[in-house]
Nanobody
Framework: QVQLVESGGGLVPAGGSLTLSCVVA???????????MAWYRQAPGNERDLVAS???????EYADSVKGRFTISRDIALYQVDLQMNSLKPEDTAVYYC?????????WGKGTLVTISS
């Protein structure tokens, strides 16, 4: 498995912004180029849902609920994927998980809590 280190969660008022970061530890740039990175979220009592993903080709996909508000990006040199979240809503409150998929792997970070106050 691969170690994914997430950071950036916290408490933010509605309408605010937050950036989550996920670093892939102990791997090479070529490895990082060959995988799909994604952010999922799970609110209490709900399933874990895809928020955004970026493929090895750089193609991005977003859940309908976050389109136009969230942006996923990747920095290959830093082995890092970020999720820029703007215009946050209380319904965005959840634990956000980083996911790496590809090259025979499907790895998860431990999650970072995002709480949006109304």
């Amino acid at each position: 498995q691969v170690q994914l280190v997430e950071s950036g969660g916290g408490l933010v008022p509605a309408g605010g912004s937050l950036t989550l970061s996920c670093v892939v530890a102990g791997r090479s740039a070529n490895f990082f180029r060959g995988v799909t990175m994604a952010w999922y979220r799970q609110a209490p009592g709900n399933e874990r849902d895809l928020v955004a993903s970026i493929s090895r080709d750089g193609n991005k996909e977003y859940a309908d609920s976050v389109k136009g508000r969230f942006t996923i990006s990747r920095d290959i040199a830093l082995y890092q994927v970020d999720l820029q979240m703007n215009s946050l809503k209380p319904e965005d409150t959840a634990v956000y998980y980083c996911n790496l998929r590809g090259l025979g792997l499907n790895s998860w970070g431990k999650g970072t809590l995002v709480t949006i106050s109304s």
